[in-house]
């Protein structure tokens, strides 16, 4: 599966600006939200890219793999459920590091087309084939 990359980025940007309203609003609902979103984009798709082929028609000019994104999407969920249970369970600095942490990633991703979670994967991916090879030796 190939991903567009102008749609991750898009919804990178949504995506920043929503965990932004989190931790200005402390809101557990809306962060329950994204992190229903994040859970999406690692089963099926993320609605933020599903949206932004809705304005755009256009064919991207080149696709990337859609694994490095999905698994983005991934650590983006166990940073917005971290949260969620800071904020539900009255943790506070767990529910504004955790979603300050997710922040960040996206911000990077929107601002910059660094996505933080692709990178992880890659290297996780470079990494693996040298781990087998130690552990079978």
């Known amino acids: 599966m ?44 993320s609605p933020y890219s599903m949206l932004f082929k809705v304005f755009v028609k256009s064919a991207p000019k080149e696709t990337e793999d859609a694994r490095p994104p999905r698994f983005a999407q991934g650590v983006g969920l166990a940073f917005a459920v971290a949260g969620l249970i800071g904020y539900l369970v009255g943790i506070t600095p767990l529910a504004l590091v955790a979603t300050a942490a997710a922040l960040l990633a996206a911000f990077l991703n929107a601002a910059f087309g660094f996505c933080l979670g692709c990178e992880t994967y890659l290297l996780y991916r470079r990494l693996l084939p040298a781990a087998k090879m130690e552990v079978s030796q």
């Not at 102008?6 to 600006?17: D, H, M, P, Q, S």
């Not at 932004?20 to 859970?39: H, K, N, R």
């Open 2 to 45: 190939r991903a567009d990359p102008r749609a991750l980025r898009f919804g990178a940007a949504i995506t920043t600006l929503v965990l932004a309203l989190v931790l200005v609003t402390g809101s557990a609902w809306l962060l329950a939200c994204q992190a229903a979103v994040f859970a999406l984009g690692v089963v099926y798709r």
